[in-house]
């Protein structure tokens, strides 16, 4: 390429069902490519497949890509551009490098179908990926393989040669399953007159489980992650991440800071493991970025009214990973408690081998030690600083707040006793520990 040739790149998916997340981490190196260089990014919908095509399926890539903030310079719809494929089939029939083949239906019926083919003159291909390095591979084994259905329906090989010669495409970011179709396009390049492009083709995307990332395997929608209450600034990073690194300890990148930093040479060659926890911690991280305002609004929107309360949002805050994590934590029935005096067996008080006479004169002790606390000083610190004096005497500091936080929850998983009781106030939490006297 041209040293002041500007860089454009495409990304063409095919509206045949909901792109996961392999196929827009795609999307992502193309559009980071392009604007690192000052180029230009292409949106093309491959919709030649009549059949398959579906409009909600393209309407949700394109909502997907606005989301993510990867916005195109240009777009196209390959089934907008079919009469230029037309002009570029007809010119390959006249210049001998495709004929006409009349063929038997494959579906036994008998008819008679002229079908446009490419005349192979079966040899050795050769191109250089900025990934794989040099490839050479021999076209004899595709035959003279089909371009078409008839003069007026081109097929996939055609059609994407085709635009992206007309669109200026100059590197062609796609999954290394692509690799098998390049000889087949660099042959019809050559056969109109078209420059090459650069290829990269990233290795697969596979699941926790090393296999392949799928549709069929549950690999979700970006949607899907957007209605669960991911960041796109989170999910844009956590993507680029998965199969690319840029060389320093640093993981959490704005959308600015990644087009920056971006290099295709440090895409990985090997197959690179999708990790939904780690999504998850890229998400935290951008979460932990955002006003407390914001924060704010996003947790007590999704509360019920008998739990609006702005002193529950630190702490429902430390245990999520994703918005959707509240409505976990209020379908569980882990936030009643702060709604409901929790209800138990004397027995879960219990710690270890203590008496249960050892736990009541422990649970007194607490009782006295918040009485003493004055109503206006009654919060987190204090209560901590007052229970754990108590603690710190014990034989055990496990029996001192083990039953203060089941006394006043009823769960073995939950805050610490003193956050929950700073929340409760001093009249609900005392009540709660003599209850379970």
């Known amino acids: 390429m041209a040293e002041n040739q500007k860089i454009i790149t495409r990304f063409a998916p095919s509206p045949t069902g909901f792109l996961h997340l392999g196929a827009y981490r795609t999307a992502i190196f193309a559009y980071l490519h392009a604007k690192k260089h000052g180029g230009k990014f292409i949106v093309r919908i491959e919709d030649t497949d009549k059949e ?31 009469e230029t494929h037309k002009k570029y089939l007809e010119k390959m029939i006249e210049n001998g490098n495709a004929y006409v083949s009349k063929e038997e239906a494959k579906d036994g019926s008998g008819v008679i179908k002229e079908i446009v083919r490419f005349k192979n003159p079966n040899i050795d291909v050769t191109f250089n990926d900025l990934i794989k390095g040099e490839v050479t591979m021999n076209t004899k084994d595709l035959g003279d393989f089909v371009l078409a259905k008839n003069l007026n329906e081109p097929l996939f090989h055609l059609a994407v040669v085709v635009d992206d010669f007309e669109e200026g495409v100059t590197h062609v970011i796609r999954g290394e399953d692509h690799v098998s179709n390049t000889p087949r396009q660099i042959l019809i390049q050559r056969a109109i007159d078209a420059p090459t492009p650069i290829y990269a083709h990233l290795p697969l995307v596979l699941g926790p489980d090393k296999l392949k990332l799928s549709k069929r395997r549950g690999a979700l929608p970006i949607t899907e992650y957007q209605k669960q209450g991911f960041l796109p600034e989170a999910i844009l990073n956590g993507i680029a991440f998965v199969g690319w690194n840029p060389g320093t300890e640093k993981e959490i990148f704005t959308h600015d800071e990644l087009v920056e930093a971006f290099d295709l040479e440090r895409v990985q060659k090997s197959p690179a493991v999708f990790n939904e926890t780690k999504l998850e911690w890229f998400n935290k991280e951008h979460m932990n970025k955002l006003p407390y305002q914001e924060i704010e609004k996003n947790i007590l929107e999704r509360l019920p009214e008998n739990l609006k309360e702005k002193k529950l949002v630190s702490t429902i805050f430390e245990r999520i990973t994703k918005w959707s994590d509240v409505d976990t934590m209020l379908s ?77 929850t009823g769960l073995d998983k939950s805050p610490d006793p003193f956050t929950v009781g700073g929340i409760l106030g001093k009249n609900e939490t005392i009540s709660r520990l003599k209850k379970a006297l």
């Open 332 to 408: 569980s029935g882990e936030l009643e408690y702060f709604v409901n005096a929790p209800s138990f067996a004397k027995e879960k008080l219990i710690y270890k081998d203590t008496p249960i006479e050892k736990i009541n004169e422990n649970i007194n002790s607490i009782i006295n030690a918040l009485e003493s606390i004055p109503d206006e000083n009654f919060d987190q610190e204090n209560i901590k600083d007052s229970v754990m004096e108590i603690a710190n005497k014990a034989e055990n500091r496990g029996a001192v707040l083990h039953p203060m936080r089941y006394a006043l």
């Open 52 to 82: 398959r095509s579906k409009k909600e399926y393209e309407e949700n890539i394109m909502e997907s890509l606005h989301w993510m903030n990867l916005e195109h310079d240009e777009f196209y719809r390959q089934s907008e551009n079919v």
